[in-house]
């Protein structure tokens, strides 16, 4: 599988990586429902075995069970693929979150995450949030203290805006910046992407197939059948009326995959991997079955025919006018 330099870093990383949001489990605000342990950890394998070489997690996801889970599956690999997590969201024995990036909190968040990772080094690790905003410049200078320790190799930032960028550049080098990016919603591809391209700073999006709506397995009754934990149900896209119009586009690009023999989800992360500022997208994997259905997108490019074909049902007034 080809891999791309992510930044100005040393990391070649595949297209897509894993990623294991969901694989935190159920029981807490943003959790996508139940997870069975083991099927998370037959899911990382199977996309390590077809060559995928990076899994992104988050000490918020499942409170620390995702990192675990990523822990339990890469113990006994003999190469193990690279490691990228987050700090800022922490959480108190009521398990209530709250989103804090000083310094402190920090350093002490980037050991539990070594602790339950089972690593002595993070390959990438990312401020999750840049809350509280004036908090921003102390909490980059910890990073970059935590990159000189050697607890982490490299450092990246994650729903950063431009000019928060610009304030943690000005303070030390950042490799990457994690983002949403998806058909629906592109709204990063007006100053961000600009910005990351025009300095050499690496980008990972996340919810290339926003949240499960694009995979082309997405229906109404599985949305109405979503557990009283699955925060994805109280989120617009999920509500009418934009559920028929989100399922409506997963359609379409399921049209387009049966051409290729490709799957609705697999054209909804070329999308995002057809713009040069994109490194990689992180891809949310819950069985070694779901790894089958999306593995494709490493390689699969669409055509610019193709391209122009979802725009035209994404913004319908870039329809060409006809005789």
């Avoid at 489990?25 to 083991?38: K, L, V």
């Avoid at 959480?91 to 990036?101: F, H, K, N, P, Q």
């Avoid at 193709?306 to 319908?316: D, L, S």
Wanted: aromatic share 6%; with cysteine.
């Amino acid at each position: 599988m080809q891999k791309r330099r992510l930044g100005a870093s040393d990391l070649e990383i595949t297209p897509i990586g894993v990623g294991a949001w969901a694989m935190g489990g159920g029981g807490w605000q943003f959790a996508w429902g139940a997870q069975d342990d083991d099927e998370s950890v037959a899911a990382i394998h199977a996309a390590l075995d077809q060559g995928i070489n990076w899994i992104d997690t988050a000490a918020i996801y499942g409170l620390g069970h995702s990192e675990e889970v990523v822990g339990r599956a890469l113990a006994g690999r003999p190469q193990k693929p690279l490691v990228f997590t987050k700090c800022g969201i922490v959480w108190d024995e009521r398990r209530e979150t709250r989103r804090t990036i000083q310094p402190e909190s920090i350093r002490k968040e980037v050991e539990q995450s070594l602790q339950r990772l089972k690593l002595d080094v993070i390959d990438l690790y990312q401020i999750h949030w840049p809350e509280p905003d004036d908090a921003i410049e102390a909490a980059w200078a910890m990073m970059a203290k935590l990159k000189e320790q050697g607890k982490v190799r490299h450092i990246g930032v994650s729903n950063f805006s431009v000019k928060q960028m610009q304030r943690a550049h000005a303070i030390a080098p950042i490799t990457s910046l994690q983002p949403p990016y998806s058909i629906i919603s592109p709204e990063i591809e007006k100053e961000i992407l600009p910005y990351t391209l025009a300095n050499n700073i690496g980008v990972i999006v996340y919810s290339p197939m926003k949240s499960g709506l694009l995979t082309g397995a997405m229906t109404r009754e599985r949305v109405a059948a979503m557990p009283e934990d699955d925060y994805r149900q109280r989120t617009p896209n999920f509500k009418e009326p934009l559920l028929s119009r989100n399922l409506e586009l997963a359609g379409l690009l399921g049209a387009i995959g049966r051409r290729h023999g490709r799957t609705a989800g697999e054209v909804a992360i070329a999308w995002t991997l057809r713009h040069p500022a994109v490194t990689g997208a992180i891809v949310g994997m819950r069985s070694a079955k779901q790894v089958d259905g999306v593995i494709g997108a490493a390689q699969f490019r669409l055509s610019a025919e193709e391209i122009a074909e979802i725009e035209r049902f994404r913004v319908p007034s870039a329809a060409p006018v006809t005789a």
